[in-house]
């Protein structure tokens, strides 16, 4: 017997997710814009629909950018003890852009591993 469908090995749900592409297919792209889920992969078609990353990703986002900056903070105020202009030098691009630069890719890894798990919504027997 001969299959129809395609056979796609599996993907590392990690470096898929931390460059934006399929989960299935690993080549098409996962996001439409910088944080819009595409409808479906242009490559293999598989339907996004499933993707729901919620809250995830914040919270990740919070708790490592949360950390760096704060640590870059008390490294320089332990290190040189400066005026405090020079700490809004250090904490204000570690609290904005460090934050922007890492959800994407936190948010990819979230949505790669809800399709390798299979990961749905909680559901109550009966309804």
Not at 23 to 48: I, N, T, W
Not at 76 to 82: A, R
Not at 104 to 116: A, C, E, S, T
Request: with cysteine.
């Amino acid at each position: 017997m001969t299959s129809t469908t395609p056979y796609y090995p599996p993907q590392s749900s990690v470096s898929t997710g931390m460059s934006g592409r399929c989960p299935r297919c690993g080549q098409g792209k996962l996001f439409d814009g910088y944080l819009k889920v595409a409808p479906k992969c242009s490559r293999c078609g598989l339907e996004f629909s499933f993707a729901e990353a919620g809250d995830g990703a914040a919270w990740f986002v919070m708790l490592i950018a949360g950390t760096l900056a704060v640590a870059g903070v008390l490294f320089v105020e332990l290190t040189w003890q400066p005026a405090y202009w020079v700490h809004a030098l250090v904490a204000i691009p570690l609290a904005v852009l460090l934050p922007l630069v890492i959800l994407r890719p936190i948010k990819g890894v979230l949505i790669n591993r809800q399709y390798q798990t299979r990961a749905q919504e909680g559901r109550i027997s009966g309804e």
